[in-house]
């Protein structure tokens, strides 16, 4: 099984320009997360999903906006990047379910908004 | 809302060492969970152990170990005898029962030293 995969591993924006980022599982997990990582600052929520079309925001929420159209897929958008987004934005999924009540992590993106 | 705390930003240690890596959570759930996460140099987040709040026993894992108090709301984790490989962020993270919301500490940096 792949786990969870994020796409793209790396990017380099430039202040202003819009992207996605994508998060996909293959373990049919309800919840689905986005975090960012700065140096620092451990992890923070900026947004989740408990289920397929639902999304809440989590701590930093503002300038991302997210999607769950699938159950097994979650985006993660900027609309207008700023410098203040270059960090590590990881992506989670969850399930629990059980013995199997856990968090499994994608790799990372490592953005860089110039 | 959960609050996590690891006092300790960065610890350095000579190999065969023996470390204790503190964490202080806060919730007012009497249902939840507690995780440590080991983060190395390669950036990928690594699950290392899951502790409800009805399990109070500690676990031992070769040479890790857990010590789980809730009358004083830590989850401390202990390296024995350190290794170089053992040299990672970690992090300790709390969900309450609704599990919508995976809160994480600042993390510890440790380094050890051959």
Redesign the interface.
Known sequence: NAGVTQTPKFRVLKTGQSMTLLCAQDMNHEYMYWYRQDPGMGLRLIHYSVGEGTTAKGEVPDGYNVSRLKKQNFLLGLESAAPSQTSVYFCASGTHRGRDYGYTFGSGTRLTVV | AQKVT?AQ?EISVVEKEDVTLDCVYETRDTTY?L?W?KQPPS???V?LI?R?SFDEQNEISGRYSWNFQKSTSSFNFTITASQVVDSAVY?CASVNGA?????????TRLMVKP
């Open positions: 690891q930003t969970y995780f996460y950036g990928e987040l699950f899951r409800n992090f599990g919508n919301m995976l809160t994480f500490g600042g993390g």
